[in-house]
């Protein structure tokens, strides 16, 4: 067994505390990663505090994990020891549904979906015969931790062009914006609106300027009208009625990346016709939109959800090729809870990023 430690919570109201666990080693097609970086998602968030309703304590979040390849299990050909590599959301899926076989795994539709890489199974209460689920555990722990063990095929390769640290958040608010916006044709000359300035608003505009689209954002913060100017985006201050009068009808896509329900209406009317509205960060019930706004321009709205592993490779490499990296605040995992707090404030743009080797001193006082 591998000896491990991470950060915990043991119940929805606990703050994370040091776990000292096992991992076991890499098994057939499996690969051993020394954890180097992991991002603070907000997801990690909502799944510590059991906003979902589904969390699995203790929980170690972590899905944005950027490491090193220490050990490499039988069979394994795509990766080797010394590989700087990253994992995601997912760390495996059934392969055998349809939307698996269509490389689209993160909407596995086998009785328990994708295992994620923190939490367990998406559907953990679809048991099999025997009474476990698929994947043979219930919990799984993420990358707050110094070690993680992952089927090969679930794991990115990192490339040398993006700096370690900041690769990081590209492996969930990168995919999680960029798949949208692929799926959706953004292109040179598209109109993009982004709602919400977060770490996923940040990549959302990166990832929209670089395919060439002309990118505004609504935010609800003054204060960072001038950090999109900086991005090459025009900030929107949410409400501003002439500003919205002014763009009606004239997006070709809005991607909403608001952690919570939000009033969808405002930004329908700023569609053109045949476009799309897709929020991808709430898992909440919207309240009622009008649909005589749908109706009268064929506007859809949409949602999506991360992305596919093919994917996640796809933005990483489009980043390197681009020269994209998120804004991030490289932290040591001691400041985790003060920096769940400033994420929930709402008042950080920048992602957090947690420097495994702060893990490296609570491990040799454990020993
Ligand atoms: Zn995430
Ligand atoms: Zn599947």
Same mark, same amino acid.
């Given at each position: *067994?591998?000896?491990? +430690?991470?950060?915990?919570?043991?119940?929805?109201?606990?703050?994370?505390?040091?776990?000292?666990? /096992?991992?076991?080693?890499?098994?057939?097609? /499996?690969?051993?990663?020394?954890?180097?970086?992991?991002?603070?998602?907000?997801?990690?968030?909502?799944?510590? $505090?059991?906003?979902?309703?589904?969390? &699995?304590?203790?929980?170690?979040?972590?899905?944005?994990?950027?490491?090193?390849? #220490?050990?490499?299990?039988?069979?394994?050909?795509?990766?080797?020891?010394?590989?700087?590599?990253?994992? =995601?959301? +997912?760390?495996?899926?059934?392969?055998?549904?349809?939307?698996?076989?269509?490389?689209?795994?993160?909407?596995?539709?086998?009785? @328990?979906?994708?295992?994620?890489?923190? @939490?367990?199974?998406?559907?953990?209460?679809?048991?099999?015969?025997? =009474?476990?689920? *698929?994947?043979?555990?219930?919990?799984?722990?993420?990358?707050?931790?110094?070690?993680?063990?992952?089927?090969?095929?679930?794991?990115?390769?990192?490339?040398?062009?993006?700096?370690?640290?900041?690769?990081?958040?590209?492996?969930?608010?990168?995919?999680?914006?960029?798949?949208?916006?692929?799926?959706?044709?953004?292109?040179?000359?598209?109109?993009? =609106?982004?709602?919400?300035?977060?770490?996923?608003?940040? +990549?959302?505009?990166?990832?929209?300027?670089?395919?060439?689209? /002309?990118?505004?954002?609504?935010?609800?913060?003054?204060?960072? &009208?001038?950090?999109?100017?900086?991005?090459?985006?025009?900030?929107?201050?949410?409400?501003?009625?002439?500003?919205?009068?002014?763009?009606?009808?004239?997006?070709?896509?809005?991607?909403?990346?608001?952690? $919570?329900?939000?009033?969808?209406?405002?930004?329908?009317?700023?569609?053109?016709?045949?476009?799309?509205?897709?929020?991808?960060?709430?898992?909440?019930?919207?309240?009622?939109?009008?649909?005589?706004?749908?109706?009268?321009?064929?506007?859809?709205? #949409?949602?999506?959800?991360?992305?596919?592993? #093919?994917?996640?490779?796809?933005?990483?490499?489009?980043?390197?090729?681009? =020269?994209?990296?998120?804004?991030?605040?490289?932290?040591?995992?001691?400041?985790?809870?003060?920096?769940?707090?400033?994420?929930? @404030? $709402?008042?950080?743009?920048?992602?957090?990023?947690?420097?495994?080797?702060?893990?490296?001193?609570? +491990?040799?006082?454990?020993?």
């Amino acid at each position: *067994m591998i000896r491990a +430690m991470g950060y915990a919570a043991k119940h929805s109201f606990s703050r994370l505390k040091p776990l000292s666990f /096992e991992r076991d080693p890499a098994g057939a097609n /499996e690969v051993e990663i020394e954890v180097l970086y992991c991002g603070v998602c907000h997801s990690d968030i909502h799944q510590c $505090e059991n906003d979902w309703g589904n969390t &699995v304590y203790p929980c170690m979040p972590g899905h944005e994990i950027v490491g090193r390849v #220490a050990a490499v299990g039988p069979g394994v050909t795509r990766h080797a020891v010394g590989d700087l590599v990253g994992v =995601g959301c +997912m760390i495996d899926s059934c392969r055998r549904c349809d939307p698996c076989k269509e490389g689209e795994e993160h909407y596995c539709e086998g009785p @328990n979906s994708w295992l994620a890489t923190y @939490n367990g199974p998406m559907v953990p209460a679809a048991k099999a015969p025997d =009474g476990g689920n *698929m994947y043979g555990r219930d919990n799984t722990y993420g990358g707050y931790s110094n070690v993680v063990v992952v089927r090969e095929d679930f794991v990115l390769k990192v490339p040398a062009a993006i700096p370690v640290e900041w690769a990081a958040p590209i492996l969930c608010a990168g995919v999680t914006t960029y798949s949208p916006l692929k799926h959706w044709g953004v292109k040179q000359g598209s109109r993009v =609106g982004v709602v919400g300035f977060g770490g996923l608003g940040d +990549m959302a505009i990166k990832l929209a300027r670089a395919m060439g689209a /002309e990118v505004y954002v609504f935010t609800r913060d003054e204060e960072k &009208v001038a950090e999109a100017a900086k991005l090459g985006a025009t900030a929107v201050v949410e409400g501003d009625k002439k500003a919205y009068a002014a763009l009606r009808s004239s997006f070709d896509f809005i991607l909403s990346t608001v952690p $919570e329900k939000h009033e969808v209406d405002p930004f329908v009317a700023l569609l053109k016709r045949d476009a799309t509205y897709c929020a991808v960060g709430a898992l909440d019930k919207i309240p009622g939109y009008n649909n005589q706004e749908l109706i009268m321009h064929r506007r859809s709205l #949409a949602g999506s959800l991360i992305g596919s592993v #093919a994917e996640t490779q796809e933005v990483l490499d489009f980043c390197a090729e681009h =020269g994209i990296a998120p804004d991030v605040q490289v932290i040591p995992i001691q400041q985790i809870n003060d920096a769940y707090k400033q994420v929930k @404030n $709402e008042k950080v743009r920048f992602r957090f990023v947690i420097d495994m080797a702060s893990l490296k001193q609570e +491990m040799a006082e454990a020993a």
